[in-house]
């Protein structure tokens, strides 16, 4: 299985718990902030209109519009999650990145956090986000090192695949269709307090779950975490 299988990305996405479970284990972390940096990213381009693609529930969206004083629209393939958008009051709609409904140079900016690697087709969801930002224009893209969480992975006796579009390969996916990409590095550490925040992450991952019951391990449980932000330039 892979992490860009449309079916298992629909499944995990339908509803909000597996990703809640997810972004549950990073409320004890060291070091810099990637959702901060990826938003200092934005900032420094004084973006007036954002695309963010994959954008689930809106967190991000949400502080950009407000934050900023941009006018953000939000494009995500859950149903449930541009449900969750609008709720915050977000211009959302359903769509995919591999097919964008925007005209070309519409954007200042565009942003996509932590979803290239779930896009069957990485490099027309770039051509696409290329596509609709103006000349000039910056995408924001924020993805994982091959690291993260190294720690939490190895319990469960079951790796996740190599990654479509990470911290190893971002750059020369990026530069196939960016002019200039510059990456930042925002790593750190994670403390998971106990064994039940543990299991319920690993079983968000639908098709990744454990193989079996998890050994014996000593909580809390710190894992490294390892993000990078690449900033891409027409």
């Not at 009051?89 to 932590?114: H, I, K, Y």
């Not at 992975?153 to 996916?173: K, M, T, V």
């Not at 269709?177 to 510059?182: A, L």
Request: contains cysteine; charged residues 30%; hydrophobic residues 40%.
């Amino acid at each position: 299985m892979a992490l860009n299988d449309s079916r298992l990305v629909a499944e995990q996405y339908a509803s909000e718990r597996g990703l809640r479970a997810r972004q549950s284990i990073y409320s004890d972390a060291e070091g810099p902030d990637p959702r901060e940096w990826a938003l200092e990213a934005v900032a420094e381009g004084k973006p007036q209109r954002i695309l963010e693609v994959g954008g689930g529930p809106g967190e991000l969206a949400e502080r950009m519009a407000r934050e900023l004083g941009a006018e953000v629209e939000l494009v995500d393939i859950s149903e449930r999650m541009v449900e969750l958008a609008c709720a915050r009051g977000l211009s959302a709609r359903v769509g995919d990145v591999q097919e964008l409904p925007f005209d070309a140079e519409s954007f200042d900016c565009a942003v996509a956090a932590w979803m290239l690697y779930h896009v069957a087709g990485p490099d027309r969801g770039l051509a696409e986000l290329a596509r609709v930002l103006r000349p000039g224009g910056r995408l924001v893209a924020v993805t994982n090192a091959g690291s993260h969480l190294k720690e939490l992975l190895e319990l469960s006796g079951r790796a996740l695949p190599a990654s479509p579009f990470s911290r190893e390969n971002g750059e020369e996916i990026l530069l196939r269709h960016f002019d200039r990409v510059e990456r930042r590095d925002a790593d750190g550490w994670v403390t998971i307090p106990d064994r039940a925040a543990v299991e319920r992450y690993l079983e968000s991952w639908k098709g990744f779950e454990p193989a079996g019951p998890l050994p014996a391990f000593e909580t809390p449980l710190r894992v490294r975490r390892a993000s990078t932000i690449f900033v891409a330039t027409r």
